[in-house]
């Protein structure tokens, strides 16, 4: 079994930067693969960025290409994501998940282990 934690949600400006944390813990081979998914008010909920636990494979969705990085500190059981850019069009519910393999691009069905989520608000 896994959980996740995620922090780091707020407020921001257009243009603005936030960095969110999602702390794992439980099985280890569970969480092989991590992801950062987001749901905006009346939408699906959507995959964002992935990487795999080496931290030497990512994906990303094109919305975020070039805006979020995505990244992983194994001995922190620390999952980051550092969104850059912002626009208003980001303004979401962020979901961290887990997944023992890596489904770079698969909808939130594929994906076995939720945090709660997190608030990002951009005016």
């Known amino acids: 079994h896994v959980q996740l934690v995620e922090s780091g949600g707020g407020s921001v400006q257009a243009g603005g930067s936030l960095r969110l944390s999602c702390v794992a813990s439980?099985?280890?081979?569970?969480?092989?693969?991590m992801g950062w998914f987001r749901q905006a008010a009346g939408k699906e909920r959507e995959p964002i960025a992935a990487?795999?636990?080496?931290?030497?494979?990512?994906w990303y969705a094109d919305s975020v290409k070039g805006r979020f990085t995505i990244s992983r500190d194994n001995a922190k059981n620390t999952l980051y994501l550092q969104l850059n850019s912002l626009k208003p069009e980001d303004t979401a519910i962020y979901y961290c998940?887990?997944?023992?393999?890596?489904?770079?691009?698969?909808?939130?069905?594929?994906?076995?282990?939720w945090g709660q989520g997190t608030q990002v608000t951009v005016s």
């Open positions: 439980g099985d280890t081979a569970s969480r092989n693969c």
């Open positions: 990487i795999y636990t080496g931290g030497s494979r990512t």
């Open positions: 998940a887990a997944e023992p393999r890596c489904l770079f691009g698969t909808p939130a069905s594929s994906w076995r282990y």
